[in-house]
């Protein structure tokens, strides 16, 4: 029997809904960007490539999100007419959990901040 000691065979991954006001698509894409570019300046092992921007799916999603076992953390935002769908996966080395759940609680109100800023 082979036995790999300190591998996961799941992915790190968590996902969140957050309640939003109404707003254009053009403003959640922007707010997206501009949330992705603000943690990557202040946290390390934030991917920034924007590999999807989907307007009529409302999609937004950086690093290959759905690629499975890549490094760093990625993001994959969902668009709603009043919610926000936020998933975040992040590996490390053999899949090690870089800490998904701090992340999305550190990126999420950067973005919920922004989608309600009133312009």
Same mark, same amino acid.
């Given at each position: 029997?082979? +036995?790999?000691?300190? =591998?996961? &065979?799941? @992915?790190?991954?968590?996902? !969140?809904?957050?309640? +939003?006001?109404?707003?254009?698509?053009?403003?959640?894409? #922007? =707010? %997206?960007?501009?949330?992705?570019?603000?943690?990557?300046?202040? #946290? #390390?092992?934030?991917?920034?490539?924007?590999?999807?921007?989907?307007?009529?799916?409302? &999609?937004?999603?950086?690093?290959?999100?759905?690629?499975?076992?890549?490094?760093?953390?990625? &993001?994959?935002? !969902?668009?709603?007419?009043?919610? &926000?769908?936020?998933? +975040?996966? $992040?590996? $490390?080395?053999?899949?090690?959990?870089?800490? +998904? @759940?701090?992340?999305?609680?550190?990126? %999420?109100?950067?973005?919920?901040? =922004?989608?309600?800023?009133?312009?």
């Amino acid at each position: 029997m082979f +036995v790999i000691s300190g =591998c996961s &065979v799941i @992915e790190p991954h968590i996902s !969140k809904e957050y309640k +939003v006001q109404t707003r254009s698509i053009e403003k959640d894409f #922007q =707010c %997206a960007e501009e949330s992705i570019n603000f943690i990557s300046k202040t #946290q #390390q092992n934030w991917e920034t490539k924007i590999t999807k921007k989907d307007t009529s799916a409302r &999609v937004f999603q950086t690093g290959d999100y759905d690629e499975w076992n890549r490094m760093w953390f990625r &993001v994959k935002i !969902k668009f709603y007419d009043d919610y &926000v769908r936020i998933d +975040v996966k $992040g590996s $490390g080395l053999y899949l090690s959990d870089l800490g +998904v @759940e701090k992340a999305l609680n550190d990126f %999420a109100p950067l973005l919920i901040e =922004c989608i309600n800023k009133k312009d």
